[in-house]
């Protein structure tokens, strides 16, 4: 008999029951939440008068709608203030975990699991929110849901789900200077397509991921959904129990031990059986730029923007060019920006902050950009600091603010104007995403962010060694 | 809701919206997202689309009137992308739309579209094409999507479409209301978490 996926393994030690639609019952893990796609469901639970099964097993903290520069209560913004209320009453009512703006734990919903240590190998892990991927990174089985889901983990702490079909992604060989995580997952999503990942869960593997520590597992895993997977993970090894030791959620002593054999146990075995198989070579990876209105309209650095014609989806492109306003066959190189922008639950951990201010240092921004870092979370923001990163940033003229998420997604007061045109870290480039209509977002790595805010223009990073 | 409520059938007229990878961030901008409620979502299907920056209307099948008082909407491929935010499909129900053909819908977007009772059947590249140009050309046309038999009837034709298994159980059989029936099973719940080594703090 072949050998099982982590996926198989985690889905059958989660199953509670066949349900009589087909769908089987799993058990939730751990559960984050935030401000956002919440209320909804605790009123839902209300409605019927049920409690929370197992309010011990959720956490929430605050980030969507955080402005990033004033936090004082009341925020400017009465709705972003109403729904921080909302929470705050939900999480009091039904005892639940917090971690509010006057924690040391809070921040970016993606960024604090991981780094307290309640992301585990081997658990399911649901939050309301896409990203949720990003802590498969460490061998979990985690997926972000809507708000009726939300509502069931609530109130059962499980979810009636359908079993997909597993593709195993091998990046192989090495990375080149200048080629970072964030390059790998959009040269993927180009690849397989933003659709390309519907019915299945993605498996990345292979030299390139191996190798990654586990901030960099967290950006590729980060984007699973860009390419469609529900769920995108990295198989545990010693590099993610090197991570995850001494956190503060993480059991110490014996139990440690246990956990980590637990943790291997559950990795894909070397013999798995996998419906799908992708195979990319990381020595062919360029720092890589998205050029249109969503994440899989990208071009690696040196390319010139595509013929419509020659894409697989040409109407799509038409799209993106009429909003983009750029012409195919010029270069991306030397694009003109607005704004920079380095943050998001894709790239705002330290290892990111410090390629970035490693490209910051002793440079300037360019007169006419504005420029921003936003580090995911309060924590972060403190060890930035506490290694001068701050210094760093605001001597070359970006602007260093509290955790949030931020311009990536125009719920608070950080948003693009008019046709403002950004250079971003983070994970969408979709039409109004980051809060204006007009407004263009160009994905990449932070370091390449920072290089083209120098630049005032989309800069190959390589050139700033 | 106490009582069980079967999806069996969605009849009526279309609205057409054409394009791939249409994400939830364009079926409902982010900001509706600070509302604590989806009482006000129908307002918004399409907003930054459909309006400009003054509020004036713009070209789109969500403003045109020969479309209006539709109950299904014709897509492409991979609808729905993007953010988790049930917010977009909250925003095409309470507008009206109560089923959705397609070529294909992104998963989060689908899985949400059950749960609320929303049918998200798909047909092929060419099938739809030709729903589409019928929509476009005559909009009094009038379509039931009949899960029973799995099939889009309009005009005197019928063709066949597609539904995940799961998803056509659920809303035939109305378990697409899943709270009481997941919370049927909480006793075997618990049973799990007792035995998962996480749950019990890894202690032999």
Known sequence: MAGRTLYDKIWETHTVERLSTGQDQIFIGLHLIHEITTAPAFDMLREKGFDIAFPERTFATVDHIVPTDMRSRPFLDSQAEELLKALEKNITQFGIEFYGLDSHRQGIVHVIGPQLGLTQPGMTLACGDSHTSTHAAFGALAFGIGTSQVRDVLATQSLAMDKLKVRRINVSGRLPEGVYAKDVILSIIRKLGVGGGRGFVYEYGGSVIEKMDMEERMTVCNMSIEGGALVGYINPDSTTCDYLSGREFVPKGEEFKRAVAYWKSVASDADARYDDVVNIEGSAIEPTVTWGINPGQAVGISEKLPYPEKLSDPEGAKRAYEHMGWQPGSPILGTPIDVAFVGSCTNSRLSDLRAAANIAKGRRVHPSIRALVVPGSTEIKALAEKEGLHQVFTDAGFEWREAGCSMCLGMNPDKLKGREICASSSNRNFIGRQGSPGGRTLLMSPAMVVASAINGKIADVREFA | ?204
Not at chain 2, 23 to 28: G, S, V
Not at chain 2, 50 to 72: I, M, T, V, W
Not at chain 2, 117 to 133: A, H, Q, R
Request: charged share 25%; glycine share 8%; aromatic share 10%.
């Open chain 2, 1 to 204: 809701m106490s009582t069980v409520t079967k999806i069996i059938q969605v009849t009526g007229t279309v609205i057409p919206v054409r394009g791939n990878d249409i994400d939830t961030d364009r079926i409902l901008p982010a900001r509706y997202l600070k509302e604590v409620t989806f009482s006000r979502m129908g307002e918004y299907p399409f907003f930054d689309e459909r309006f400009d920056q003054e509020g004036k209307a713009k070209h789109h099948p969500f403003n045109d009137p020969r479309y209006k008082d539709a109950s299904l909407l014709f897509v492409n491929k991979n609808f729905g992308c993007g953010s988790s935010r049930e917010h977009a499909p909250q925003a095409l129900f309470r507008y009206g739309i109560h089923a959705l053909v397609g070529e294909s819908f992104a998963a989060i977007f689908a899985g949400n579209c059950v749960m609320m009772g929303i049918p998200t059947v798909t047909v092929s590249f060419n099938k739809m094409e030709e729903l589409m140009k019928l929509a476009e050309s005559s909009p009094k046309t009038v379509y039931t999507v009949d899960l029973e038999t799995s099939t889009l009837s309009y005009d005197g034709k019928q063709i066949r479409f597609d539904l995940p298994a799961s998803s056509w159980n659920a809303l035939v059989t109305g378990a697409w209301d899943s709270m009481s029936m997941l919370r049927a099973n909480l006793g075997k719940v618990k049973g799990i978490a007792s035995r998962l080594p996480y749950m019990t703090g890894f202690r032999d």
